[in-house]
């Protein structure tokens, strides 16, 4: 027939057996190949807030590069099509380079307002920030907790919050006013 299975081809009914009238042969063909796959890491950005520039303004310090990593796969194509990927390991080639901004933030006083105070688990970037749903990014908040008089200074670089709250803290600016058990408390807010 001009077939030669090797160990991986299954073979129905096994080679050994002996042919007859009518025997129909089944021929899988077995392959395991390893393949590369070259995925881009994106790049992120790493935000500082001063006030050495004017209110609002950007000013890129570093610009961000995409970097590369490879994974590897062990794949098994059976007659011609791929039936399983198992992913063997990662390396990266080429490292991500987070793009570094420079944000001017507005350390006037504007106003007050008083409300509810929560936090959120999925704040952008890091350090005390907090949303807010108008105040400009990059307005220097202090938020003071109305119960124990704690105060926390923190940064707007999202939006939000919902459901009656006047602004939502990051974890980690909540904690300096209450604990997280509370959830939520009464603020002032000073811009």
Excluded at 81 to 107: C, M, Y
Excluded at 115 to 120: I, P, R
Excluded at 149 to 156: A, D, L, P, Q, Y
Aim: aromatic residues 6%; positive net charge.
């Amino acid at each position: 027939m001009g077939i030669r299975p090797d160990a991986d081809d299954r073979v129905l009914p096994s080679p050994r057996t002996p042919l007859t009238s009518g025997l129909h042969v089944r021929y899988t063909s077995v392959e395991t190949r390893l393949r590369e796959v070259r995925v881009p890491i994106p790049h992120t950005t790493h935000t500082v807030y001063s006030d050495d520039l004017p209110p609002g303004e950007v000013r890129i310090a570093r610009a961000g590069r995409d970097g590369l990593m490879i994974e590897t796969y062990r794949v098994r194509v059976v007659n011609g099509e791929v039936v399983r990927r198992t992913l063997l390991g990662r390396r990266v080639v080429v490292p991500a380079i987070a793009t570094r901004r420079i944000v001017g933030r507005d350390t006037t006083i504007h106003g007050t307002q008083v409300g509810e105070a929560s936090y959120y688990t999925f704040a952008p970037g890091d350090g005390l920030t907090a949303a807010h749903p108008w105040l400009p990014f990059g307005t220097v908040v202090t938020v003071e907790n109305l119960e124990n008089g704690k105060t926390v200074t923190v940064v707007i670089n999202d939006r939000g919050p919902f459901g009656g709250r006047i602004i939502d803290l990051s974890v980690e600016a909540f904690r300096r006013i209450a604990p997280l058990s509370q959830g939520v408390c009464q603020v002032r807010l000073t811009w």
